[in-house]
């Protein structure tokens, strides 16, 4: 799957008006979880970035539940 460029989600949108993203970060996944992503891609109209995002804010909440 080509990544389209010029598809900016609401989230893209509200994250670059508030804050710049600068940072970026290579990550090697198997077909699957490639697979994975296109799909979650085409059914939420959001980037891999925004999806990416999510699956850390997720991450982290959990992990302070742990925590807690």
């Known amino acids: 799957?080509?990544?389209?460029?010029?598809?900016?989600?609401?989230?893209?949108?509200k994250r670059k008006e508030s804050e710049q993203v600068q940072n970026v970060i290579s990550l090697r996944i198997n077909?699957?979880?490639?697979?994975?992503?296109?799909?979650l891609t085409k059914a939420t109209s959001k980037s891999i970035s925004d999806i990416m995002r999510e699956a850390i804010d997720m991450w982290k909440s959990k992990q302070r539940k742990l925590c807690m």
């Not at 077909?31 to 799909?39: H, I, S």
């Open 31 to 39: 077909d699957d979880e490639k697979r994975t992503l296109e799909k």
């Open 1 to 13: 799957m080509l990544y389209n460029r010029n598809r900016v989600s609401k989230e893209s949108k």
